[in-house]
């Protein structure tokens, strides 16, 4: 099969895709909120007004066409997420927790 070429991503060897002009965005940032959340790409925009709707609409064509590529991303984030979760907190998250909540260190 040809390589396909996507405007607005960019895709190194051995990197997950990302947006061209943002590359700090991963394609799969946007998949998962509308996997996740439901999002059309007109919803995507609304929550994240710096991107423009050409490159929600190409992040969401390319993974369609390589679902399995981004599902794997996606599928090794939950799971990092789901080992950090097992893991006791740290002393510092307790305490900005505390700060959050008013506790001050009482």
């Given amino acids: 099969m040809p390589a396909l070429d996507y405007p607005h991503v960019q895709k190194a060897v051995g990197q997950p895709a990302r947006l061209e002009r ?3 965005i991963r394609i799969a940032q946007i998949v998962a909120d509308h996997l996740g959340y439901g999002w059309s790409a007109e919803e995507i925009l609304r929550h994240y007004p710096h991107l423009f709707p ?3 609409h190409a992040a969401l064509a390319y993974y369609f066409d390589h679902r399995e590529e981004i599902d794997g991303e996606l599928s090794i984030e939950l ?4 080992r950090l979760a097992q893991q006791p907190s740290s002393a510092l998250r307790l305490r900005l927790l ?7 260190g009482r």
Avoid: M, N, S, T
């Fill in 79 to 82: 799971a990092e997420l789901d």
């Fill in 98 to 104: 505390a700060l959050r909540r008013g506790d001050k």
């Fill in 22 to 24: 943002l590359p700090r």
């Fill in 54 to 56: 050409a490159e929600v």
